[in-house]
């Protein structure tokens, strides 16, 4: 079953929001990282002044939902503005239906990240429809059935 989760997008307040958020909903962190933990890709490193932001966190805030979030980054080229923050997170049961509802969605739209194994070893995507809806795609292979 592919779930949809929120997933926000921050320019260096999004840790801040997300203590917030933790606040009114409850609940721990499963996952929080910094910029700097990531591993260099394609030779490309992060400016120390990106280093303290959130490159991805997230907060179960139901049974069925994920709020989720990042900081913005200059070395991806991210930039954040209001209406321009949230996008769809889709996650798939398998890595066929995340490229079938990738394909289908970036059609006529723009690739942001074209579909591929992840650092964190998920396959993942991204993109913006013909809409200009901010989409994200992926698939665990160790995501629980």
């Given at each position: ?10 320019n ?18 499963p ?21 303290e ?65 992840t ?27």
């Amino acid at each position: 079953m592919t779930t949809v989760n929120a997933y926000l997008t921050f320019n260096g307040h999004c840790e801040v929001a997300f203590n917030y958020y933790k606040s009114v909903f409850g609940g721990e962190f499963p996952y929080l990282g910094r910029y700097k933990e990531m591993p260099p890709m394609d030779g490309q490193t992060f400016p120390p002044e990106d280093g303290e932001r959130i490159m991805h966190i997230s907060l179960p805030i139901s049974k069925e939902t994920v709020l989720m979030g990042c900081d913005s980054s200059g070395a991806f080229g991210m930039t954040s503005s209001m209406g321009d923050n949230i996008s769809l997170s889709l996650n798939t049961d398998s890595q066929a239906e995340a490229d079938r509802l990738f394909n289908a969605l970036s059609k006529n739209g723009t690739v942001k990240m074209p579909m591929s194994k992840t650092f964190w070893g998920a396959y993942f995507g991204m993109c913006t429809d013909q809409f200009g809806i901010n989409w994200m795609v992926g698939f665990e292979e160790s995501q629980p059935k």
